[in-house]
């Protein structure tokens, strides 16, 4: 049987002017295109590594934008949501694309996909035999989460939010003299996100109350809501009852003060904390919530790229064996049947892809 032709890679430049990461460092786009990797890589001037360190490893450079006129059989990669043009995408794209679980847009997305005949192989999605995620930026995340929480509770906090390296954030969540005590909650904490969160909240000098299945499975309202901070760190798969709700918001009693959601499931069923209906940004990265008692939000979709260089080189570690397997391998298959099942969901199955 001859073996699967290796696959022609598309390295997309990323719409959002805030994303500084790339699901591929250039230390393992050398190894794709050791391995036989046909590897193009649109410059972009926010990407954390510049396009020459891509060029000097074999990769050809493109122009920002041009995948889509790539050929069909093209794999584009990228991180987060594509840009609205074109309204039918041919290709098979890896990114994340938050489509599965009734977000805001979502249905839009998959329609393009089911008109140009491409596919979505979602990374949120890219798991093991036994549904673990192979490939994450969970950890970054959980850490910037409780990081800018602790930062904002501290009064130190400063907008609009840059990226930088852990070095220097963690020398600002470091407690100075003067700083007070405050209580912090971790929900969720057993996962990446919120081993991150826990490890940021060490730096800061907090010992947080650490919650997950067990604990939430029978919901302590009244001590949940007594901690100065609360970390969300929760992906729920199947709808759970929210953990914060709006009548606890006006409730007097409340010592909440600083919400900081790291998981951002705005819009979805599943979504534990449905108090808010938009996320924040990095020009206005807390919205106040109530006025009295105060409780602040921090729900920010894209944290890991505060720390652009450290959380790419971790995920693009994870991703590489993947890539390496691609178009092949049972990881992708899995996603592809995601796919597949989204489609039939929401009725545009057409029976298989374009370029399968």
């Known amino acids: 049987m001859t073996a699967p032709t290796a696959p022609h890679l598309w390295l997309r430049h990323e719409a959002r002017t805030t994303e ?7 230390e393992d786009a050398r190894r794709l295109v050791e391995a036989g990797v046909r590897l193009t890589v649109e410059e972009s001037p926010q990407r954390i590594f510049p396009v020459e360190e891509y060029e000097a490893v074999g990769a050809r450079v493109a122009a920002a934008g041009s995948w889509v006129s790539a050929p069909p059989e093209t794999v584009v990669l990228g991180l987060k949501e594509l840009p609205d043009q074109p309204t039918e995408l041919t290709h098979r794209h890896i ?13 839009d997305l998959l329609r393009r996909f089911a008109a140009g005949g491409g596919a979505l192989l979602d990374l949120e999605y890219l798991v093991d035999e036994q549904g673990r995620r192979l490939a994450a930026f969970g950890f970054w995340a959980g850490y910037l989460g409780a990081a800018l929480a602790v930062l904002h509770h501290r009064g ?8 930088t390296d852990k070095d220097t954030l963690d020398e600002t969540l470091r407690p100075l003299t003067g700083d007070g005590e405050f209580t912090a909650l971790v929900v969720g904490a057993l996962g990446r996100s919120g081993r991150g969160a826990r490890a940021a909240l060490a730096t800061a000098g907090a010992d947080p109350t650490c919650w997950d299945l067990a604990e939430t499975r029978d919901l302590d309202r009244r001590a949940l809501l007594g901690h100065d901070l609360l970390v969300n760190c929760v992906l729920a798969t199947t709808p759970v009852p929210p953990f914060v709700r709006e009548e606890d918001l006006d409730d007097p009693a409340r010592g909440l003060r600083t919400l900081s959601d790291v ?8 979504n534990v904390l449905p108090v808010y209906d938009r996320t924040t940004e990095w020009t206005d990265p807390v919205r106040t919530l109530r006025k009295e008692p105060p409780l602040d939000l921090i729900a920010i979709d894209n944290l890991p790229s505060l720390l652009p260089r450290e959380s790419s080189t971790d995920f693009s570690a994870a991703l590489l064996p993947q890539l390496l397997e691609l178009p092949a391998g049972d ?12 489609e039939r969901e929401l009725g545009t199955d057409r029976g298989g892809f374009g370029h399968e």
């Open 156 to 163: 130190r906090l400063t907008a609009p939010l840059r990226p």
């Open 20 to 26: 500084r990461r790339t699901p591929v460092v250039p």
């Open 263 to 270: 998981t951002c499931d705005v819009g979805s069923p599943l």
């Open 331 to 342: 990881a992708w298959a899995r996603c592809l049947e995601r796919f597949r099942r989204a």
């Open 95 to 107: 990114f994340f694309g938050h489509a599965y679980k009734q977000q805001p847009g979502a249905a």
